[in-house]
């Protein structure tokens, strides 16, 4: 995540000096907590933030948890992790909807913050979780905001209820009101109250804001904060606490490139948990925030479990089913080809979602050159073909491969590739789907695999004892020459592990049941 990503470089640097030690000292750990107060000043969380969060950290890290662990050093990781955890908010929190709906939702925060755009991002998420929202126009004070509430709410397939123009026209109390009035007799269950900001606090926000709260009585009041406005966060939060007060914090622009200091700072200066983030500018660049998985995130421990949400979303279950099927009849084409691809990018970003990997700080660069307009010049190719064509690659001669390329914009040289690379990953899936273990380039056979009979086995070569004891290895000697085993070579080969046979023997082929399991874990 860009917002974190100088925070994780020098987290992952600190990090990195502890590996070679096999025991910490105090003076290790005094270096290691100064290197981690440093980082977390840098990326502007709050100072109070810091000496407790490094307080913590450090008397963790001086105590036996780490002096008994036979990695100190990924021990330390540990803690600080736990520790990251638990600023920002320890659990969980999720929206609690009313008993008696309509559960009644209020945005609040200063102008600027994204509060808009993000009224449209939690309408759509919830109408995907089977709610029916209603977005209610009460920001009547800046420009077109109204109008835009309208369109976002048009791209999320959500209705708006706006009867004042705004532009500084109407009362916003009485617009909010009506609202939930509105939403009780068309029977929505959810609504949501988009209200006005200010370039910074002043009492004349803070009196409408609650005008507006005493009005509708929300169920929930939502604190939206640019995660890109540093040490003001602190203030502002505050401010609002103070003024309006609010059940929970919803992070904008996480997809910046600021140094995300607020996202570390407002859930422990508050005491309000982070209940949603916002991570780009699409509608569905929206998510629930895991105090954890974004501690993991941070530490460049990746967050599969997003990541896994994230496919079951976009993937549909039933079509996977069909495509496995295809690759073991060998009846998958270019175009089952196409549409796993339309999949994958219905999933979102791919670079984010391989940031979410384990270790893709390490690949920050490829990471930062891959372009994601990759998939939509192949899906060109692929769509310039013949229905022939895609079902029989094999009719693509020179001809119709520089027709392909005229008519997707694109070079024979990237049709050739596109053809290679399915044909390659048609082949290795058809392995998986029959039982097999493909040869993966570059790797090499794998062990364990199975081995080729008759011709192609490996006879084990014979070798003299190397005892240091003359009578054993003269016995030894005469047993190898008799074709026979010690008793101690006995024991040794029959206790070998990986099904590697000691060296002695060949590798015994999977069971039919391993690749049963395989082949389904490769699915």
Known sequence: ?????????????????????????????????????????????????????????????????????????????????????????????????????????????????????????????????????????????????????????????????????????GNPVKVAKDGVKFAVQKQYDTVIVDTAGRLGVDAELMKQAGDIRKAIDPDEVLFVIDAMIGQDAVAT???????????????????????????????????????????????????????DRMASRILDLGDILTLIEQAQGAFDE??????????????????????????LRNMGSIKKMMGMLP???????????????????????????????????KLLNGSRRLRIAKGSGMTVTDVNQLVSRFEQAAKMMKTVAKGGVPNVPGMGPIPGAGFTGGRGKQQPKKKGSKSGNPAKRAAENAALASGTKSATDAAASGGSGFGLGGGKTPAAAPTAEEMAALTKFLR
């Open 1 to 169: 995540m860009a917002t974190f990503g100088t925070l994780s470089d020098r987290l992952a640097d600190t990090f990195k000096n502890l590996r070679t030690k096999g025991k910490l000292s105090a003076a290790d750990v005094d270096g290691t907590v100064r290197e981690i107060r440093r980082a977390l000043l840098d990326a502007d969380v709050a100072l109070d933030v810091v000496k407790e969060f490094t307080g913590k950290v450090r008397e963790r890290a001086l105590g036996d948890e780490v002096n008994k662990a036979l990695n100190p050093a990924q021990q330390v990781v540990q803690i600080v992790n736990e520790e990251l955890v638990q600023i920002l908010g320890g659990q969980q929190r999720r929206l609690e909807f009313a008993k008696k709906p309509p559960t009644v939702i209020m945005l609040a925060g200063l102008q600027g913050a994204g509060k808009t755009t993000l009224a449209g991002k939690l309408a759509k998420w919830l109408v995907k979780d089977g709610h029916t929202p209603l977005l209610v126009a009460s920001d009547l004070q800046r420009p077109n905001a109204v109008t835009q509430l309208q369109v976002v709410g048009e791209q999320a397939g959500v209705p708006v209820f706006a009867p004042e123009p705004g532009n500084g026209v």
């Open 318 to 343: 039933e079509e996977a089913r069909k495509v496995a099927e295809k690759f073991a009849t060998d009846t998958f084409t270019l175009d089952d080809f196409l549409s796993q691809m339309q999949q």
């Open 359 to 393: 270790g893709a700080g390490a690949m920050k660069q490829q990471l930062d050159n891959f372009d994601e307009k990759e998939i939509v010049r192949t899906e060109a190719i692929i769509q310039s073909m013949t229905k022939k064509e895609r079902v029989n690659p």
């Open 237 to 291: 939060a505050k401010a609002f606490q103070d003024g309006v007060d609010f059940t929970g914090v919803v992070l904008s622009k996480l997809d910046g490139d600021a140094r995300g200091g607020a996202a570390l700072s407002v859930a422990s200066v508050t005491g309000r948990p982070i209940i949603f983030a916002s991570t780009g500018e699409g509608l569905d660049d929206f998510e629930p925030f895991h105090p």
